[in-house]
């Protein structure tokens, strides 16, 4: 998996989006289908080839990821929720992995989307690629549909599940055991619950069965093979460890370059169930904790003020890769920042945050148009709303646009350690730091004020505020008096030149060395680049936090080549220590990235 950490993914319910063709909203249960947007429940028309219309308008706000809710063939009937009938508009309820749901497509014949190359799926990812934006596609594994109300013909579907229009098996009559039939969980603090029980009556799937995971991963592998450069991944937190284990493998396998991250709901650093997950699975999570933290803060001016979000950062050394975190204001499965509190100016500053913070920021659908609707409390469904307008010249387009420059020039955004230079109730100041990349973020949440900012490691000079183009002095790694309006940010932003185009940079990633002040981590190896094992010419790294020390070296190497390669860790009397264990050895691609994560021994 490669870092991803120059993106801005921009995450929509494709339902909710843009109904670019009328044709496909009709389909097979009519019923499904509200053409007057009125009840929430049912699908409102958004396809693909509305996504495909706005590329031009995503690629200008920064997007450059786009996560698209799940794609697959949804179950067709209503599901009764609480007397409601329910629609899978949100794609969560798949009965067929391997075919398209047909609300999405505009040819009928591309619900079959592994039977042609020239689908709406492909196209839209060729569209996306030639804008040099990546796809992220939502992948279920733990579930497929739950029963459908017994007034729907009186069908009930639960679990029916399909292989390309094959019916393999179900729920109500399970000859594969793919099913657990272990009834809805109860108790939320038991993990075997959560793994082996029902989310909300959905047919979940029985991993030990050899016959489901193929299935499974195979219509993944198909999936990528469309096109997609990074998975979300649903519902991580109900399926066992081991099977993320083997299924982020299999993908890694397949596809290398793949930037996969879960959800497990409420995950992050305050769920230390969760932050084992991060460190073991091998892919990233949805940060809730930060999530929680900004919402607290910003939208319902929670005691501590900024210190809540600080509180978070603190703990980034528990996880063995802080960067795979993908950070946000709000999603579809929570009431959005401006339906809890938060206003226009205050969601400012919830997007410069995690526009300049670690992880990767993901946006929500509407947020640059301050889409919402508040309509009990603004809980799901009325997150959802349909996409209304598409304006580029709001404050919100503006800001993100030109965070996802400064995140996309400078390495401090997206990979550097992050240095808090000032945290109280209303103030927030950090820096990102990377070799000579750097990049200062200020937050002021109340009135207009006043803060003098030291230990900055921006170089003496005037910089300029990225979004309203007021200079700020350095001199001496001292900011005096920096002038804070009221409900406001300044970004300032020193991206070094971008080093020359280097065929294979090797990055080399260490946890688990909690370096003593002064102390630094290098990397020997047998290549030039590496020292030849003389240690005075060993390759520094650039410690992130206590957890983590990492840096990319460019290679130059013969085609074929391998290097062998150890950390060791001076200390500033010149004293050294050195792994114990024998040198890794690892054989080199011939261009691209590599990542090396090692945990010390
Ligand atoms: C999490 C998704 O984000 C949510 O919207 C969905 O309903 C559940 N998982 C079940 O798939």
């Not at 009135?447 to 002095?473: C, F, H, K, M």
Request: include cysteine; hydrophobic fraction near 40%.
């Amino acid at each position: 998996m490669q870092f991803f950490n120059e993106n801005t993914i921009y995450f929509l319910v494709v339902d909710r989006f843009l109904n670019s063709d009328p044709s496909n909203d009709n389909c097979r249960n009519p019923e499904a289908f509200d053409a007057a947007q009125k009840d929430w429940c049912k699908y409102w028309g958004g396809d693909l080839a509305g996504v495909i219309d706005k590329l031009d308008y995503l690629k200008e706000l920064g997007a450059s990821a786009l996560w698209l809710t799940p794609l697959f063939d949804q179950a067709d009937g209503l599901v009764d929720v609480e007397g409601r009938g329910i629609a899978a508009y949100h794609g969560y309820w798949a009965k067929d992995f391997k075919r398209m749901d047909e609300h999405l497509v505009s040819n009928q014949e591309d619900i079959r989307v592994f039977a042609s190359h020239d689908t709406i799926l492909d196209r839209l990812a060729a569209a996306m690629h030639k804008r040099d934006m990546k796809l992220i596609l939502d992948i279920v594994c733990n579930h497929s549909s739950p029963a459908h109300r017994p007034d729907d013909g009186g069908k009930v579907t639960k679990g029916e599940l399909y292989d390309d229009g094959e019916l393999l098996t179900s729920y109500e009559n399970d000859t594969l055991g793919w099913y657990h039939r272990n009834g809805g969980v109860t108790d939320w603090n038991s993990a075997w619950q959560v793994e082996n029980e029902e989310l909300c009556g959905l047919a979940d799937f029985n991993e030990s069965k050899i016959g489901y995971r193929t299935y499974i991963k195979e219509a993944m592998k198909l999936w990528v093979d469309k096109g997609a450069d990074g998975l979300r991944v649903d519902t991580v937190k109900h399926m066992p460890l081991w099977f993320w284990q083997e299924f982020v493998s299999d993908m890694l396998f397949h596809k290398p370059e793949l930037f996969i991250f879960g959800e497990w709901f409420q995950g992050g650093a305050n769920d230390p169930f969760s932050v084992h997950f991060a460190n073991a699975s091998g892919m990233g999570m949805l940060d809730f904790s930060l999530q929680n933290a900004i919402e607290s803060c910003l939208a319902k001016n929670a005691d501590g003020g900024f210190c809540c979000i600080e509180a978070v950062f603190k703990k980034d050394a528990l996880f063995n890769n802080c960067h795979e975190l993908v950070t946000f204001v709000d999603n579809h499965d929570m009431p959005r920042f401006l339906s809890v509190g938060g206003t226009p100016e205050r969601l400012r500053l919830a997007l410069g945050l995690i526009m300049t913070c670690r992880g990767t920021p993901c946006i929500y659908y509407g947020t640059e148009q301050y889409l919402h609707n508040d309509t009990n409390g603004g809980a799901d469904p009325y997150n959802r709303p349909m996409m209304e307008r598409w304006d580029a010249t709001t404050p919100a387009f503006k800001l993100i646009k030109a965070l996802a420059q400064v995140r996309k020039e400078n390495l401090a955004v997206q990979r550097g350690s992050q240095r808090v230079k000032s945290a109280s109730e209303n103030i927030y100041a950090y820096t990102r730091v990377y070799l000579d990349n750097c990049c200062l973020a200020v937050f002021n949440k109340g009135p207009a004020s006043e803060v003098t900012l030291e230990n900055i490691e921006l170089p003496d000079g005037v910089y300029t505020d990225v979004l309203t183009q007021s200079p700020a002095r350095v001199s001496g790694g001292k900011i005096e008096k920096l002038r804070l309006e009221k409900d406001s940010l300044l970004v300032f932003s020193r991206a070094a030149a971008p080093s020359d185009g280097h065929t294979l940079i090797v990055t080399f990633m260490l946890n688990g060395f909690k370096t003593a002040w002064g102390q630094k981590i290098f990397v020997t190896g047998n290549c030039p680049e590496l020292g030849n094992w003389d240690l005075d010419r060993a390759f520094p790294l650039e410690y992130i936090n206590d957890n983590l020390w990492m840096e990319g070296l460019p290679l130059k190497h013969p085609p074929g080549a391998s290097v062998a390669y150890k950390f060791i860790v001076k200390s500033p009397d010149g004293a050294v220590l050195y792994e114990d264990r024998p040198a890794h050895v690892r054989r080199l691609p011939p261009e691209g990235g590599l990542l090396l994560k090692h945990a010390w021994v």
